[in-house]
């Protein structure tokens, strides 16, 4: 609890003690607009070069930099599907400038999702400022996440990547939808929660690997939060487009349409999207099962209350079935999601209240799984009970939530945000099995299990975020996070009760906290220091599961909950290293982090569930882990038009409560490419590799075993043609090599890990109206 008292500490020194600068300043006012309807442009994002000062326009366009010393300085003004402004300004003492600036569209159609890795202080890393946009193929998120350096993912089918970021998994990763709180709806975690969102209806992804994304929600150890179409960045009454995607060897299908539009005080994005995908084979040919069906709809409408006032409100809808998951027992037979939203926001005009924003919201899936094409749905003579079984398992997750942010400027080199947030999940999940043909059946069939008994956990959180400006060279943020956890379940089984525990009702207060201090040495180098602890209360499977398998293991074995597990708490350390300059830029990030009463499970002598599940079941138990690594980045310009880009990761983790490696632990890899774009026409071309090398420190005793290395390679190139088609093309694993991921999910029955697709070629149309 140190590091809560030092972090508490911190924010009362900072909200007490305040640097003024003996000189006058200056302040810079602005308005930013579009060159081609000549529309207020909402959403820009400006900078004062080589310092610590930044804003971004509001609903008007207007932006407002204070306290500026005087002096030479370089304004720079960026946006999405824009091309970047560079302004030299020269300010005098007391002096209010006012300038006007014009963005123009790029000529090149971007169908890419902007991702963003921050630094534990919630900046960009240096590296992305070069490339914010990434065209992609957007057939999964979670293949986009593994383009950052230090977060994977976990393959269990042909959809749904599960993120891992810096060997934090699941749960330990806080998953947020345009604000709101999302977790998947089943116990084998066959739908990660970015697998509810198309890839077409994103347009950001900013992913946060450490313990300081405390404002957004409760025992973030690790954050990844996904934004679609915001609508105060929309100019134009009407307009939208057309998207057609096709992968071969996947023979994966997307199509969808966005249609959009603001009048000045009504603002609408509505979207819709299809996909669908078979099986694919690896490098060797071998046939993997990857069939599944994906519809979407998605909507936003928001109105302008008055000036200073907005509201919108969201609503989704998906539905996916027929899903194969070679890595898991059982097949996803549907997925139904629902999305409801409301948003409130007011900024005043004067005075220390900058903004005030309210949400309200609901996140509902229901799921529904079989064992239709699996091993168990046959007979077999040799297996016990040697008849096909017919398994189902129906589950849900209700999430319901909302939060209250208040930002405030006391003053010019202050920024503070105070809230409250909450959310309650409710999640239940009934397997039945049953003989699947007719004829003589033990006693016991059919067999009904509670598998979650109706867990909720409830979480009310208070927070305050208070950063300072000491110069334009240094400043520092501090955050603390107080959470009221309560966590209740219905009937458990006899079983459940007689071995496990009867006090399923849990409640505990939990505080968190975080400081970093970042320092920019020169007009190049920056450089930061972070140290944050967070605390994750048990989720449903860790508590309440009733002899299930474990997803955060590679065996079928059982597994059962603990009610009376005490919260996780992670404290890390970060150091960074920022460098940017007019060809090339870096960035270096070294970590260090200690988990207290980690989750993690012994072997005991309690009675198996099924038949055929392996004779030991494991139990969930609070432990002792510890991690650490680094993740480099870098770009360089050769010429205007070609630059060279690379990163690499290094990650070492161990459990130390089962004296082994943790698992799930990145091998150590490297990233590179090379891309070129055309200075006159809308024309790009981009090669890239990845070279991963052999893991075998794994963790035995939850199945884990050693994976080869491997590099593989993909080359894509995109154009635009008058404005309004772009047309993008690629070749994935282009010497078409057999290899897994490391952290791929085991087939429970060969218990060989999935291995990757091999050669795919994909081509992808876009029309703009």
Not at 196 to 206: M, N, V
Not at 234 to 254: H, R, V
């Amino acid at each position: 609890m140190n590091i809560i008292k030092y972090t508490t500490t911190a924010v009362l020194l900072l909200c007490a003690f305040s640097t003024s600068l003996a000189q006058q300043t200056a302040t810079i006012n602005g308005q930013v607009f579009n060159e081609e309807n000549n529309k207020p442009l909402p959403g820009v994002n400006i900078i004062i070069k080589n310092t610590n000062k930044g804003s971004s326009s509001n609903g008007q366009g207007a932006f407002t930099l204070s306290k500026v010393d005087p002096g030479s300085y370089t304004l720079i003004f960026s946006f999405i599907g824009f091309k970047k402004i560079i302004k030299p300004i020269q300010l005098s003492p007391g002096e209010r400038a006012e300038i006007k600036i014009e963005l123009s569209p790029r000529s090149m159609l971007l169908n890419g999702i902007q991702i963003t890795a921050l630094r534990p202080d919630q900046i960009a890393e240096a590296n992305m400022k070069e490339n914010e946009v990434k065209e992609a193929n957007p057939r999964d998120s979670g293949e986009l996440l593994r383009n950052i350096a230090g977060v994977d993912a976990v393959r269990r089918g042909p959809a749904g990547l599960d993120p891992v970021i810096r060997g934090l998994r699941e749960t330990e990763i806080g998953t947020y939808l345009d604000g709101t709180r999302i977790f998947p709806g089943g116990p084998a975690r066959m739908d990660s929660p970015l697998s509810h969102l198309d890839p077409t209806a994103i347009k950001k992804i900013e992913v946060v690997k450490g313990p300081y994304a405390l404002t957004w929600g409760a025992g973030n150890m690790s954050a990844v939060h996904v934004e679609t179409q915001p609508l105060n960045t929309l100019t134009k009454t009407f307009g939208g487009t057309i998207t057609s995607g096709y992968d071969s060897n996947l023979n994966a299908i997307e199509e969808a349409v966005s249609v959009r539009g603001s009048t000045g005080k009504f603002g609408y994005w509505v979207h819709g999207a299809w996909r669908e995908g078979n099986d694919f084979e690896s490098g060797n040919g071998t046939n993997i099962p990857g069939n599944f069906l994906s519809r979407e709809l998605r909507a936003k409408f928001g109105y302008a209350l008055t000036s200073k006032s907005y509201v919108d409100i969201s609503i989704g809808y998906q539905n996916q079935k027929n899903l194969d998951y070679p890595g898991r027992l059982l097949n996803a037979d549907f997925f139904n999601t629902y999305n409801y939203s409301a948003n409130w926001e007011w900024i005043p005009e004067n005075g220390i209240l900058s903004s005030l924003k309210a949400q309200a919201y609901i996140n509902n899936v229901d799921h529904g799984m079989d064992n239709d094409g699996k091993p168990t749905a046959q007979e077999d003579q040799n297996r016990m009970p040697p008849f096909p079984l017919a398994v189902a398992v129906d589950a849900r997750a209700h999430v319901s939530g909302g939060n209250i942010t208040a930002e405030l400027t006391p003053a010019p080199s202050w920024n503070l945000e105070i809230g409250t947030d909450i959310y309650s999940a409710n999640r239940d999940a009934v397997r039945t099995i049953d003989r699947r043909n007719e004829g003589m059946k033990p006693a016991m069939f059919p067999l009904v299990d509670q598998m979650w008994p109706d867990a909720r956990v409830t979480d009310l959180g208070l927070f305050a975020k208070a950063k300072h400006s000491f110069t334009d060279q240094l400043n520092a943020t501090s955050t603390v996070r107080l959470d009221l956890v309560y966590t209740d379940a219905g009937p458990t089984s006899n079983f459940f009760a007689n071995n496990v525990s009867t006090n399923l009702e849990q409640s505990e207060t939990n505080l968190s906290g975080s400081f970093t201090l970042n320092y920019i040495a020169n007009q190049h180098w920056t450089l930061g220091a972070g140290l944050g602890s967070v605390v994750r209360t048990a989720d449903a499977t860790e508590r309440y599961s009733d002899r299930i398998p474990a997803s955060k293991a590679q065996t079928s074995a059982e597994f059962v909950g603990n009610p009376d597990l005490d919260p996780e708490r992670s404290t890390q350390a970060d150091l960074w290293i920022d460098a940017t300059y007019q060809s090339w830029n870096l960035s270096l990030n070294l970590f260090g982090r200690q988990l207290d009463e980690y989750i993690t499970f012994e072997a005991t002598n309690l009675q198996k569930r099924l038949p055929l599940s392996p004779d030991t079941v494991f139990r969930y138990i609070n432990g002792k882990a510890c991690f650490w690594g680094f993740d480099l980045s870098a770009s360089y310009r050769i010429i205007n038009a070609l630059s060279l880009n690379g990163s690499a990761h290094y990650l070492w983790g161990k459990d130390i409560s089962l004296n082994e490696p943790a698992l799930g632990i990145s091998p150590f890899g490297i990233d590179g490419g090379l891309r070129y774009e055309s200075p006159d026409r809308p024309w790009f071309v981009e090669g890239t590799f990845h070279w991963i090398t052999e893991q075998d420190r794994v963790a035995t005793t939850r199945g884990e075993t050693s994976t080869d290395g491997y590099l593989t390679a993909e080359i894509k190139t995109g154009l635009t043609a008058w404005n309004r088609l772009s047309l993008q093309a690629g070749v994935e694993n282009v010497t078409n090599t057999q290899y897994v991921n490391h952290l791929n999910a085991k087939n429970p029955f060969s218990k060989q890990s999935i291995p990757e697709p091999g050669r795919v070629f994909h081509l992808d149309i876009t029309y703009k109206f």
